[in-house]
C-alpha cells in the first residue's frame, strides 16, 4: 500500500477499500479496489495540523520522540510539541525530503549538515531512499 496523497494538514485516512469490495460482489482486485478520504474536523481540534501530535503523516513543523523499530531502525513517533502528548518532544521536523529515486549523475536532496536526526517515513522502513525526515533537536 502506498501513502495517500493527501493534504498534509489531513487529521483522518479513512480507507474505502472494504466498500468497494462489498460494493464489487466480494471481488478483491489488487490495486483497483485501493481508495481513500482524506478527511479534516470542521471544527478544531485539528490533530494533522503541525505540532498538533497526530494526523495521519508526519511534515515539517511535528515533532517526534525516537524510538526503535522491531528491524533495530530508528523512527520518529509523533507527539505534540506543547509536552501534553504521551511523551515529551525530543525532535523538530524541519524538512521533509520525498525523493524516492535518485537518478544516476543526480545530487539528491539531503538533510543540512549538523541534522540531530534523520528518519525515514516510508511505511516499509526497508526502503533505502526517502521520503524521510530531517528533524532538530529542541
Do not use: W
Not at 471544527?43 to 497526530?54: I, K, L, R, S
Not at 545530487?107 to 531512499?129: Q, V
Amino acid at each position: 500500500m502506498q501513502r495517500p496523497a493527501c493534504k498534509d494538514d489531513t487529521d483522518f485516512v479513512l480507507d474505502l477499500g472494504p466498500n468497494l469490495v462489498r460494493a464489487s460482489g466480494g471481488i478483491a482486485r489488487p490495486g483497483l479496489n485501493e481508495a481513500y478520504a482524506c478527511l479534516r474536523n470542521l471544527n478544531a481540534p485539528h490533530p494533522g495540523d503541525p505540532g498538533q501530535g497526530g494526523g495521519p503523516m508526519i511534515g515539517v513543523g511535528d515533532c517526534v520522540v525516537k524510538a526503535t523499530g522491531t528491524d533495530g531502525r530508528a523512527f520518529g513517533r509523533e507527539t505534540k510539541c506543547d509536552g501534553t502528548g504521551s511523551s515529551e518532544p525530543e525532535y523538530k521536523v524541519v524538512k521533509v525530503v520525498t525523493t524516492v529515486l535518485v537518478a544516476r549523475g543526480a545530487t539528491p536532496d539531503k538533510c543540512a549538515p549538523g541534522t540531530a536526526f534523520e528518519f525515514l517515513l516510508h511505511a516499509d522502513y526497508r526502503a533505502t531512499f526517502g521520503p524521510f525526515a530531517c528533524a532538530d533537536k529542541l
